[in-house]
């Protein structure tokens, strides 16, 4: 009775009899710590099933959450940095954007596009902090004024949804120069009556949130996402006293009045396609 007593002692397997499991193909929730099967974290809008977590995500996967059918028209694709500092630090600056695009697949640290939100039209333009932390550069800031120059001439509402470190700093001035740009840009839009929403995920840091990221007609973040100028270990630093529990989290932001409401992913696009709907009866 083979089935009910092991003959043989322990489990031998020829090395070219193993199989392995494809890469990608399982996660690990940096919260919980439990396994997440790839396709049910797609299914779930890259939330964990566990225990809520929203994982980090860049703009494909914001795009496919929230386009209708992930059917859109990419904007202004083929815009890159270039290098007016010639800057070097641990290496050229200009090395560093390409092995960044090589790494990521993407020109730079934003992409933008046009589609449908429940039959609605929106552009949103979206930060990958994979491309260099997700920095503000002169492409960034070109990217979005050009989409807000887009959404004014075909009267289309802007999302904007933020993902960064802050301005970057091989860029220096040319970078800093990116928060006057975006948020006079952003005052047009505004005497355009045309609405703009800006979306804060985590992290949302330095320069970004002291420019565009703060400015929406609503101001919306994912639940437990680090909002705030400087990291709390610099804060902790600089002051050199405890913070308080849950400190720059969009949980205390909102506390504190500067976040309108926090949305789960799962229902972010049902909510924004609301309001939308609001905006335009």
């Given at each position: ?12 397997t020829l090395t070219e009899e193993k199989k392995e499991a494809p890469d990608g193909l ?256």
């Amino acid at each position: 009775m083979a089935w009910f007593k092991r003959e043989k002692k322990g489990i031998s397997t020829l090395t070219e009899e193993k199989k392995e499991a494809p890469d990608g193909l399982w996660n690990k929730c940096p919260n919980c710590k439990k396994a997440l099967h790839s396709a049910d974290l797609e299914e779930n809008k890259y939330v964990c099933q566990y225990c809520d977590f929203h994982l980090r995500v860049g703009s494909k996967e914001y795009f496919q959450v929230l386009f209708d059918n992930d059917e859109f028209k990419e904007l202004f694709p083929n815009l890159t940095s270039g290098d007016p500092l010639n800057f070097t630090d641990s290496k050229p600056y200009v090395e560093r954007l390409v092995e960044s695009q090589a790494k990521t697949g993407l020109k730079d640290a934003i992409r933008a596009g046009h589609g449908k939100i429940e039959g609605q039209d929106l552009v949103i333009a979206c930060m990958d902090f994979n491309f260099i932390g997700g920095s503000m550069g002169s492409v960034v800031g070109e990217k979005i004024a050009r989409s807000i120059d887009y959404c004014i001439k075909h009267k289309i509402p802007f999302l904007m949804i933020s993902k960064s470190g802050g301005a970057r700093m091989m860029e220096a001035a040319f970078s800093l120069m990116q928060m006057a740009k975006t948020s006079a840009k952003l005052a047009l839009l505004s005497q355009a009556k045309i609405p703009y929403i800006s979306l804060l995920t985590d992290p949302t840091t330095g320069g970004v949130t002291a420019s565009y990221a703060m400015l929406g007609d609503i101001n919306i973040a994912e639940p437990g996402a680090l909002i705030g100028f400087a990291g709390p270990r610099v804060i902790k630093e600089t002051i050199k006293k405890d913070l308080p529990k849950g400190f720059q989290t969009a949980e205390f932001v909102q506390e504190h009045g500067f976040l309108d409401f926090i949305v789960d992913r799962r229902a972010m696009k049902a909510k924004l396609a609301a309001f939308l709907r609001m905006l335009n009866n």
